[in-house]
């Protein structure tokens, strides 16, 4: 039974075009996250919603767009895809806030490739 | 800027030795620190934690070791098996900062050989 869980697994899209991302958790967290890994390995930040409200918005071309339903879920849509955003992104949830000790619970990661 | 860095990309030993990941960080406001482990095709774990008032956390065959003065962090494995073969990354933040906030190494990637 998934405690985050992320679809789809793998995209392979042409630049220009727009996509999605979908990301749900079953954990009962209130805060969820994106982070882009690129391909020197380092995650960052890109969003955080806490029940509904946005928390963290990193520096992130608009083209890159959160959108959290319930608290449950965490979407994220990309406008006009370019090559630079090819990259491993990880859905990832948290108790509250989690400020404090308390760690991140990542989804299994959604490798995007832009053609 | 790279405020947490790992700077073995990847570590080989033998099954049953210990393994011992560093990891290195420049900010003084971190306080809190993380180990995640990470396997192919799937998301990081949460493996192992120290605030900065501890020196040493020990969970099992897991222990991290932090030196402040160094800006210095350890996770020793001992004794190492081949299922702890992952990607292991660090992770440092703020105690009163947000987890989402936390700083990433870009981990190292860690073989046991049998």
């Known amino acids: 039974d998934t405690a985050v869980s992320q679809t789809p697994k793998y995209l392979v899209t042409q630049m220009g075009n727009d996509k999605s991302i979908k990301c749900e958790q079953n954990?009962?967290?209130?805060?969820m996250y994106w982070y882009k890994q690129d391909s020197k390995k380092f995650l960052k930040i890109m969003f955080s919603y806490n029940n509904k409200e946005l928390i963290i918005n990193e520096t992130v071309p608009n083209r890159f767009s959160p959108k959290s339903p319930d608290k449950a879920h965490l979407n994220l849509h990309i406008n006009s895809l370019e090559l630079g955003d090819s990259a491993v992104y990880f859905c990832a949830s948290s108790p509250k806030r989690a400020v404090g000790t308390g760690e991140l619970f990542f989804g299994e990661g959604s490798r995007l490739t832009v053609l | 800027d790279q405020q947490v860095k790992q700077n073995s990309p990847s570590l080989s030993v033998q099954e049953g030795r210990i393994s011992i990941l560093n990891c290195d960080y420049t900010n003084s406001m971190f306080d809190y620190f993380l180990w995640y482990k990470k396997y192919p095709a799937e998301g990081p774990t949460f493996l192992i934690s120290i605030s900065s008032i501890k020196d040493k956390n020990e969970d099992g065959r897991f222990t991290v070791f932090l030196n402040k003065s160094a800006k210095h962090l350890s996770l020793h494995i001992v004794p190492s098996q081949p299922g702890d073969s992952a990607v292991y990354f660090c992770?440092?933040?703020?105690?009163?900062?947000?987890?989402?906030?936390?700083?990433f190494g870009d981990g190292t990637t860690l073989t046991v050989k049998p």
């Open positions: 954990l009962g967290h209130d805060t």
């Open positions: 992770a440092a933040r703020g105690l009163n900062t947000n987890a989402g906030k936390s700083t």
